[in-house]
Structure formats: C-alpha cells, structure tokens
C-alpha cells in the first residue's frame, strides 16, 4: 500500500481503489495534464511548474508513523502544532516498492519502453507494478518490487535501469519523495491488485532505520553491487571518451574570450543549452562533455550538481536556428580543419557555415532561378516583373504577380480532374516572407500597376458609398434634408479590400459582385493586399474584422459560410466565399498567424508561403524599362476581359502524374505529413502557370477559346508543383510530423481489459457450461444465459449438448 497527499500542507493518507481510480480518471486531472503539456510545448516553464503542481501527489515507497509537524499562517503569523503522518522520511515506513524516474526521453516515450521492457527478464517483468508517463509527456515512471539484496532505493533504481537501459533521474532517492499522477490513458502498464495492496515488511525492517538517520544515497555492500557499480563507471567512462573525442574542439573554440570569473555557473548552463543543437537533447552525453573541462570539475567539486543544471536546460526553448555564438564557434572548427562527419552534416542540415545565416540555403533557388529566368524570354510580362530582382526572389515574384493576374480572371473558371463536375475558380492565398529590409515593397510595387483595373473600376462606387454615408448624416444635422426622399443604400460590388474593412460591409460587398457569363452567375473575387501581415494578424484579433479568419479558410474553395444576426444593418443568409490576397511580411509574423496549436484548422495547406531571401543590394545605376509599365497594365486589362471556361486538360495529366508519384512514396514511407502537405498543391501548379500560359497564347485563345499547350507550358506547372512543394515543407513540414506524432498520443484509444473479458480469455477452446460457471464465478442459470447471449452474437457455437467451441478469441 501506498499514500496520497491532498496538498503539499496537509498529511499523507493511504489509498484506496476508490480513491486511486478517482484521481486518475477525474476531468480535472485530465484538464491539468493537457495545459500542462501545453504550456511546455510554447515554452512556459513556470505555467507548466503550477499546473503540474496541482495534480494528484502520491508517495509509492513508503507511509508515514504519526508525527508532529508545526504549521505556520501566512496571513497572521500564528504557528500551531498538528499531529498527523506527515510525509517526512524520518518517520517512513518502507513498503518494499521502488520508483525510477526516467526524465526527457527523445522520441515516443511509450515505444522506448516498449524497447526497454523487452530487454527485461520474465522474473524481472513480474516485479513490475505500475508504468506510466509522467505529465509533461516525454518521461516514465516505473514503480517496481525493490530487492533488499541489492540495497536500498537507489541501489535498486541502478540495478534496474541497468537492465532497462535508460538513464535514471538520481535525485529520487529519499524516502518522502512522490510523484504526480496523471491521467488513466497515460498508463503503459498497470497490475493494480498488487500496487495497491503490495508490502513487504522484511525490506523496510533492513533499511528504515538508515532512511530515519538520513542515508539514502547509494551503498556498496556487496561484490555484485561493486560490479554494478563499476558498469555504471565505465559507462559513463565511455561516454566522456566519445565526447572528449568529438566535441572538445568546438567547446574550446566556443570559450574563446569567455570570462569565467564569477560567471561558472551561468557559462556552463549557456554552454550546455547550445551543445543540444550538435549533441542533441542528451543530458548524460551533454554532462560527460562538459565533465572534460577543469573549471566545471571544480564547480562539481564545490558543491554544484553538474547533472541537474544539465537536465534543467533541457525544458529551454529549442529555436528552429543554431544560436550566433556556436555557428561561429563551429566556423572555426571548420577552418582549422578538424570537423568530423557528425558535425560536418549537422552544418549541413543548419545551412550554416557556407551559407552564412542563410536559413533559406537548403531550398533548390539557384535552380529555380535559372528555370524562371529560361521562362522569362518565353512568357509575357515575367521579363518585367523580374526586372532589377535578384534571382533568389524570383519564386515570391511569380507567384505574386500569377495571383494577381488571375485575379484578374475572376470571371473564367476551369474542371479540375478530382471531382471534374465541379466549376473551379482561380484562388489565390499567397504570403511572402522574408526578414525586415529584405525588399518585401517590390510586390507592393506591381500590385499598383497589375490591380489598376480593380482599383478603377472600384473608385466610382467609393464614391456612390461615401456619398451615402455623407448624405445619411445630413439626415441627422438638417431638417430641411430629412423631409427629403428617403436615401438607398447603394448596391455596389467594391472588390479590393483594406485590413481594416467591417465584415458586414465585406460580405455586402461580394455579395453585390456578380456577373453573368455564359449562362452563369459567378461572383467575382474580393480582392486584399497588404505589406503587413502583423496589421492584418492584429485586426483579426477582434473588433469589425473578428471573422476574417474562417473567412480567409473557406476562400481556397470557395466554400459557404453564412449570418444570422439580429443586428438590422447585417445581411442574412448563407453565401459562398470568393476572395483572394497576398500579405507579404515576416518570418515572425507568419507565426503568430500559422503555428503548431492552429496547424490542425488547414489554413496551412492553403496557403502558398513563398520565401523572400535577403539578397542582393541596390545598384546605383539600374536597369530601366520604359515601356515595362505599360505592358504589366495593357496585359491586366486584356486578361480582366477573360471569361468563360479555359480548357486545361493537358495540366490536368501533368498534376495528377505529379501528385500521384509523390503520394505513392509518402504511401511507402507511411508518412501522413507528407501525405497532408502534397494534398492541394495541384490547385497552385495551374493556378500559378495558367494566366502566363494564357497570356502566351494569347491569340490562340481570343480566334477560340482553345489552348494547345506544349512541354514548356508543363514544365512551368511543374516548377510552380515544385517551388510549393518545397516551401510547404520548410515552413510547415516540422509542424505536420509534430501534429500527428502528437495526435498519436493525445487520440489513440486503448483498450481497457474487463473482469468479464479477462474470464472468457481463461475459456478453453471447446468448454462446458460447468467450466464456464467456474471461470465466471455464476449460477446455472447466468451461465445458461450468457452462453445463450454469446451464440446470438456469433461469439461461440454449439458443438454438440452442453459443449461449446469459441469463435473469437477476444470479445468485441
């Protein structure tokens, strides 16, 4: 048996069944689990500290004899004494259970120790009780028989993470020390029966008295704990030498004009949290390197334990980018020529000592540039577009300036070959990022000039608005003017609109923006740009514009949304949305806007996030094309003419070959990301390369309304594929491989064996209704029943009278 603390200022009590199964399967419980893991995953290690601190308290080793404990108020100073059992291990009794605490586990926790516990002996499997994962999700609790010829707690928490192969946590080895509980789905495995009424008299008459002295730490009594001992050693021995040989190096270069004086302490933690972007989150492999160096030997020395300031770093903030000082701590290690491979493909993975701080170096944009550069001689108004641009931020501009002109298109639409009776439009949901000073205002530069017809054609009807509204106060100020006919609120389709626009004046708007073609009433695109992705973040955040956001997801497919409100001057109805924009901004504002706790809603896979490098510098003397202008403008208002249905069969084949090969890797691999990602970037490979394909055969299609696409047409549909595909995966990918690693955790249902399921395991094969009455503890008459219940659902048969044969090994 063991105990329960309700809080950290009351005594212990012993649990129950009752009481155990309470605590662990209480909402609150679960409630505190999930903010908890929450608050680790953004960071917040102090939020994480209080809401672990409000789980369930219990103390698996031992009870506690009555005891005098004085308590203080805090309010009024005044201290009384309370008797109680006071978990304090001066008083302990130990029960003959032993906890280890396996800490920051890489990986799925459940199938480390799935690898662990296969390692294990059948007797040393038996003396396991209760296994489950603690609350922030990546450590164990292992609570299991301790053996007195071992030795004491720690002795057995040695002695069997040695058997288990993992690396214990040796703060816990006091006789008051407990555990938070967590929820009945973080179990791996539990006998309750013998946790909750387990003790074993013999092992806390040997060491209770040495616990009430205060000696809990390690013993060496025997030879074969000696030898246990020595393994432990010389493990750790081995450990060093691996890192003394790999990492000395840099640690050095790293020191370089760092003063230690009076400042260990805060060198070593700095030390050891950037050691985890080469060494990786390893505590033990981390405290072995740092071990090599004099000056942490002697804070060992003086009192400061190493290993804990070690794992402490472990819960910081790990940046997507290695920090200043270790790039260039690794960058002289590399010109002295003394990278080994490990480290020299980690500066591969970083893009880091080639490349410069160059975090876009692992996208192909050399290759990309070339292509679109070959593109430009061949296709209108690339050539002006990509005029004075460095070649790096050629992808941002083609898809840009393609969301604009197909805007543009608003009143042609397409059949894609996944569900070809549909009517596709062309939507658009781009974002270009890139650092501050990076020249994010050459989109904002061609904007102007591709959305003049836009622009135009919406100036009259501001003004229709605006005369309105200026006529409505009239109303209010002159008396003369109320007796007036009454104003009409005018119907216009406005279609480029402002961060800061009203959702209803938003949906009156589109609603208003309809045209006939062909026989069709299609709405025609609302239309948003703005340099600031942060303005169009902060205006979501509330106010008019608190809606954008399901706004801006049902936009890639026009999808419906609709109003119901009781507000007079709302329109109410359903309706479908038909709105494209470009935002251009940076890398951190992409976070606040896309990131791993609203990755699930979609948003990500709509969106094209094209990166903007900062590269390049402003030439003095720049290249100038006088008529560049006038052709983006001429081009905008013949492809603002467009409508009707634009025959697309030839990308049809090129995205769904495109798509298929890919899918069937990610098939192969099993990798559901993958898989999510590839989804809807057949949408942007015609969306991008249409309108510039348009435009080159721009004649074909005004004799009638045909387009004979050839390979150079496919190709750029394949590098639009491309580019998105690669930008998926580097701003999203970690994300989606993230999101369902931890919808695997947080949703996956395990079975929970019954009494009743446990007894019709124990059936034989064939049984009589005898043996079934014996197994199932019941009557004559229950038996009868049940078996008569399990031939109705098909569970067993009858062979011959009073015999039966299962047909299922487990029920359902």
Same mark, same amino acid.
């Given at each position: ?52 601190? /409000? ?73 396991? $009780? ?22 004491? $707690? ?75 001992? /020595? ?273 209803? /004046? ?26 600031? $992705? ?116 030839? $990308? ?161």
């Amino acid at each position: 048996m063991f105990c329960y603390q309700r809080s950290f200022s009351s005594a212990t009590e012993v649990v129950t069944k009752e009481l155990f199964r309470a605590l662990i399967t209480a909402p609150q419980t679960f409630s505190l689990v999930r903010e908890a893991r929450e608050a680790l995953a953004l960071g917040d290690k102090n939020a994480y500290a209080i809401k672990k601190k /409000e789980l369930p308290f219990v103390v698996f080793i031992a009870t506690y004899d009555e005891s005098d404990k004085e308590l203080e108020n805090k309010k009024t100073g005044e201290k009384t004494v309370k008797r109680g059992h006071w978990r304090n291990q001066k008083y302990c009794r130990l029960n003959g259970l032993c906890v280890i605490d396996f800490d920051h586990i890489e990986g799925d926790v459940r199938k480390v120790w799935e690898e662990a516990f296969a390692k294990l002996s059948d007797e040393d499997k038996a003396r396991i $009780l209760f296994v489950f994962v603690t609350p922030s999700g990546h450590g164990l609790k292992v609570v299991f028989e301790a053996d007195a010829d071992v030795g004491n $707690l720690i002795d057995n928490q040695i002695d069997f993470s040695l058997k288990l192969g993992l690396t214990l946590d040796e703060n816990c080895k006091d006789a008051s020390r407990g555990a938070f509980l967590t929820t009945s789905d973080d179990i791996i495995m539990i006998d309750e029966e013998r946790l909750l009424t387990f003790h074993n008299d013999a092992y806390g008459e040997k060491y209770d008295e040495e616990y009430h002295q205060g000696n809990s730490q390690a013993t060496i009594k025997s030879e074969e704990g000696r030898c246990k001992r /020595e393994e432990v050693r010389s493990k750790s021995e081995e450990v060093k030498g691996e890192a003394n040989g790999q990492y000395n190096q840099l640690i050095e270069a790293w020191l370089e004009g760092v003063n230690l004086e009076g400042n260990r302490h805060n060198t070593l933690v700095e030390l050891s949290n950037h050691l985890r972007y080469v060494i990786g989150k390893n505590p033990v492999k981390i405290e072995a390197a740092v071990m090599q160096l004099p000056w942490v030997q002697q804070l060992a020395a003086e009192g400061e334990n190493v290993a804990s300031t070690v794992r402490s770093v472990m819960e910081f903030k790990y940046h997507e980018h290695m920090p200043k000082k270790l790039r260039e701590a690794l960058a002289k290690v590399e010109a002295q020529g003394i990278v080994n491979s490990q480290l020299s493909t980690l500066n591969s993975q970083f893009s880091i000592l080639n490349s410069q701080d160059d975090v876009y170096g692992v996208l192909p944009l050399d290759r990309w540039a070339e292509e679109l550069q070959e593109m430009a001689e061949h296709y209108p108004c690339m050539k002006e577009l990509f005029l004075n641009v460095h070649p790096h931020k050629l992808p941002a501009v083609l898809f840009s300036g393609a969301a604009l002109f197909g805007t543009l298109m608003t009143r042609a639409w397409y059949h894609f070959w996944y569900e070809p009776e549909i009517l596709r439009r062309l939507n658009y949901c781009i974002f270009i990022i890139g650092d501050p000073g990076a020249g994010k205002n050459i989109i904002e530069k061609f904007y102007k000039k591709i959305a003049d017809p836009m622009i135009q054609s919406d100036s009259s009807l501001i003004e229709a608005v605006n005369r309105y509204k200026e006529g409505r106060t009239e109303r209010t100020t002159s008396t003369k003017a109320q007796k007036d006919e009454a104003l009409k609120r005018p119907v216009v389709g406005i279609r480029v609109h402002p961060a800061r626009t009203a959702t209803g /004046e938003f949906i009156r708007h589109m609603n208003a923006a309809v045209e006939t073609v062909d026989g069709h009433p299609l709405n025609l695109h609302m239309f948003s740009f703005d340099a600031e $992705l942060d303005n169009v973040t902060k205006q979501n955040k509330g106010g008019d514009w608190k809606d954008r956001e399901v706004l801006e997801l049902k936009a890639f497919h026009n999808e419906e949304d609709g109003q119901m409100y009781a507000n007079q001057e709302s329109i109410t109805g359903m309706f479908n949305i038909y709105w494209n924009f470009i935002y251009t901004g940076t890398p951190y504002a992409l976070h606040r806007k896309v990131n791993q706790r609203n990755f699930g809603t979609g948003m990500s896979t709509r969106l094209a996030v094209i990166p903007l490098p900062d590269k390049g510098r402003a030439e003095r003397h720049q290249q100038v094309d006088a008529s560049a202008s006038d052709t983006l403008r001429s081009w905008a208002y013949r492809l603002d003419r467009v409508e009707g249905e634009i025959p697309i069969e030839a $990308l049809n084949d090129e995205t769904y070959e495109w798509q298929s090969s890919l899918l069937e890797i990610a098939e192969f691999n099993g990798d559901k990301a993958d898989r999510t990602l590839l989804k809807r970037i057949p949408y942007y490979g015609i969306g991008i390369s249409l309108p510039f394909i348009l435009m080159r055969h721009w004649d074909e299609w005004q004799e009638g309304r045909t387009l004979t696409m050839d390979d150079r047409d496919k190709r750029l549909c394949r590098l639009a594929m491309d580019i998105q595909y690669r930008c998926q995966h580097f701003f999203f990918g970690e994300m989606a491989h993230n999101y369902f690693e931890n919808q695997n955790k947080e949703f996956v249902q395990h079975r929970r064996s019954s009494r009743y399921d446990a007894c019709f395991r124990k059936l034989p094969e064939e049984f009589k209704t005898q043996q079934f009455m014996e197994t199932f503890g019941c009557s004559q008459p229950a038996a009868s029943r049940a078996i008569a219940r399990f031939q109705k659902d098909g569970v067993v048969e009858v062979v011959k009278y009073s015999l039966y044969r299962k047909l299922v090994s487990e029920l359902p």
